[in-house]
C-alpha cells in the first residue's frame, strides 16, 4: 500500500499561516472521513491535533485547521510560532481496513 | 490519566528474536485497539498493524505481514510486538498508540521502544 504523498518541507514566518497537502486516492482519503494529523518534535512520540478530518481534540490550539477535498487532505496553521516547527504526517482510513501515513512534512519556522 | 508505557531499548543481534510490550493504563484495557508505529531512523511514521485486545482482532499492514506478530495479555493490560528473527533493517523506534474514541484516529502515544540490531 502507498503512503500518502506530503511535501517534503514548508516554511514561514511567525504569525504568518502554511498549509499542508496529503494526497492519496480514492481507497483512503477520499473514500472515507477518517484523516487524521500528527504533529512530531525531534526525539518525541507524535502527538494527534486532528481528527476525523476537522476535528480538534480537546487542548489543541485552534490555530490548526484541517479540512479535505476529493482525496487530497489538509493542515493549516494559522499565526504560526516557534514551538510549530516539527514533522507532520496524515493518516487515513483505507478499504483494506487499516490505516496508512503520509511520507511526512518538515516545518521549518523562518 | 490514559497512558501507555512501553518497555526500554533493546540490543539485539540478527537473527536473534524479540518481544517488546506496551502497557496500558487509566481505562479499560480490552475496550480499545492499540496500534503498532515504526520509525526507521531518520525516517518517517510507518503504519505497522492493529490489535484489538477485547477478543486479539489483528489487523497487520501488507508490509508487515508475516514479518512481526502482534498479541495481547489482557491479565496485564498489555500489548506485545514480536519478532522471531531479526533483521538489521528492522532497527528503529517502535510505537504503540491507542485508538482515540471511535475514530480511526491514535492518541495516547506510548513513549517508544528503540530496537537497534546489529552484528
Known amino acids: 500500500q502507498s503512503a500518502l504523498t506530503q511535501p517534503a518541507s514548508v516554511s514561514g514566518s511567525p504569525g504568518h499561516s502554511v498549509t499542508i497537502s496529503c494526497t492519496g486516492t480514492?481507497?483512503?482519503?477520499?473514500?472515507?472521513?477518517?484523516v487524521s494529523w500528527y504533529q512530531q518534535h525531534p526525539a518525541k512520540a507524535p502527538q494527534l491535533i486532528i481528527y476525523?478530518?476537522?476535528k480538534r481534540p480537546s487542548g489543541v490550539s485552534n490555530r490548526f485547521s484541517a479540512s479535505k477535498s476529493d482525496n487530497t487532505a489538509s493542515l493549516t496553521i494559522s499565526g504560526l510560532q516557534a514551538d510549530d516547527e516539527a514533522d507532520y504526517y496524515c493518516?487515513?482510513?483505507?478499504?483494506?481496513?487499516?490505516?496508512?501515513f503520509g511520507g511526512g512534512t518538515k516545518l521549518t519556522v523562518l | 490519566e490514559v497512558q501507555l508505557v512501553q518497555s526500554g531499548a533493546e540490543v539485539k543481534k540478527p537473527g536473534e528474536s524479540l518481544t517488546i510490550s506496551c502497557k496500558g493504563f487509566?481505562?479499560?484495557?480490552?475496550?480499545?485497539?492499540i496500534a503498532w508505529v515504526r520509525q526507521m531512523p531518520g525516517k518517517g511514521l510507518e503504519w505497522m498493524g492493529i490489535?484489538?485486545?477485547?477478543?486479539?482482532?489483528?489487523r497487520y499492514s501488507p508490509s508487515f505481514q508475516g514479518q512481526v506478530t502482534f498479541s495481547v495479555d489482557k491479565s496485564v493490560s498489555t500489548a506485545y510486538l514480536q519478532w522471531r528473527s531479526l533483521k538489521a533493517s528492522d532497527s528503529g523506534i517502535y510505537y504503540c498508540?491507542?485508538?482515540?474514541?471511535?475514530?480511526?484516529?491514535?492518541?495516547?502515544w506510548g513513549q517508544g521502544t528503540l530496537v537497534t540490531v546489529s552484528s
Open positions: 498508540a491507542r485508538r482515540y474514541m471511535s475514530s480511526w484516529s491514535m492518541y495516547p
Open positions: 487509566g481505562y479499560s484495557f480490552s475496550s480499545y485497539w
Open positions: 490489535v484489538y485486545p477485547g477478543d486479539s482482532d489483528t
Open positions: 480514492s481507497s483512503d482519503v477520499g473514500g472515507y472521513d477518517y
Open positions: 476525523d478530518v476537522d
Open positions: 493518516t487515513s482510513y483505507t478499504n483494506r481496513r487499516t490505516l496508512v
